[in-house]
Antibody
Framework: QLLESGGGLVQPGGSLRLSCAASGFTFSNYAMSWVRQAPGKGLECVSA????????YYADSLKGRFTISRDNSKNTVSLQMNSLRADDTAIYYC????????????????WGRGTLVTVSS | QSALTQPASVSGSPGQSITISCTGTSSDVGGYNSVSWYQQHPGKAPKLMIYEVTNRPSGVSNRFSGSKSGNTASLTISGLQAEDEADYYCSSYTSISTLEVFGTGTKVTVL
């Protein structure tokens, strides 16, 4: 299973770090992602990282504000979010990909319950 | 990269079959066999229903099936049941963006 934490209320321009703890599978064998859903809206994959952590990917719209990382010794994946804006308000889901690489592996076979990030003054 | 186009809503009576479409371009749906479908009940996390156009994960009912023709992928739910009432999203690899693109989402209502 996947369990997210770290969400909350943050002011515009602020920072927040989300974490996801994984269990029940060999964590380092799978790429991981963060997918967000704004209130009443659809899904958007914002970042992905390969099983080794050596390859990282970001949505084009983020413009370098977010950084994904993983610690295979602790079975965790994190998302550091900086310069937050109101349109970053969303539920952020941790999602597991089906193979160790991101490329050629374009679906999510396990999702966490999500953590809510609210950016507001 | 624009979202893939899905109908806003689809409805059907119990026992009927419904089909949800997901329209993209040759840069995404039409060009690759990387379409997946997710079911999301209110307040819950999405659940993978179909991957790589036609494949069903273990544990997913065989009432769910996927297909593709040209730039449009489809999810068919046969023998519609009350528990199928949910939002459904398609997703596809795209050669235009770094990460996959999702559809606009379809609300399925069981009458």
């Amino acid at each position: 299973q996947l369990l997210e934490s770290g969400g909350g209320l943050v002011q515009p321009g602020g920072s927040l770090r989300l974490s996801c703890a994984a269990s029940g599978f060999t964590f380092s064998n799978y790429a991981m992602s963060w997918v967000r859903q704004a209130p009443g809206k659809g899904l958007e994959c914002v970042s992905a990282v390969s099983g080794s952590g050596g390859s990282r990917y970001y949505a084009d719209s983020l413009k370098g504000r977010f950084t994904i990382s993983r610690d295979n010794s602790k079975n965790t994946v994190s998302l550091q979010m900086n310069s937050l804006r109101a349109d970053d308000t969303a539920i952020y889901y941790c999602a597991k990909r089906a193979r160790i690489t991101v490329t050629g592996n374009w679906y999510f076979d396990l999702w966490g319950r999500g953590t809510l990030v609210t950016v507001s003054s | 990269q624009s979202a893939l186009t899905q109908p806003a809503s689809v409805s059907g009576s119990p026992g009927q079959s419904i089909t949800i479409s997901c329209t993209g371009t040759s840069s995404d749906v039409g060009g690759y066999n990387s379409v997946s479908w997710y079911q999301q009940h209110p307040g819950k996390a999405p659940k993978l229903m179909i991957y790589e156009v036609t494949n069903r994960p273990s544990g997913v009912s065989n009432r769910f099936s996927g297909s593709k023709s040209g730039n449009t992928a489809s999810l068919t739910i046969s023998g519609l049941q009350a528990e199928d009432e949910a939002d459904y999203y398609c997703s596809s690899y795209t050669s235009i963006s770094t990460l996959e693109v999702f559809g606009t989402g379809t609300k399925v209502t069981v009458l």
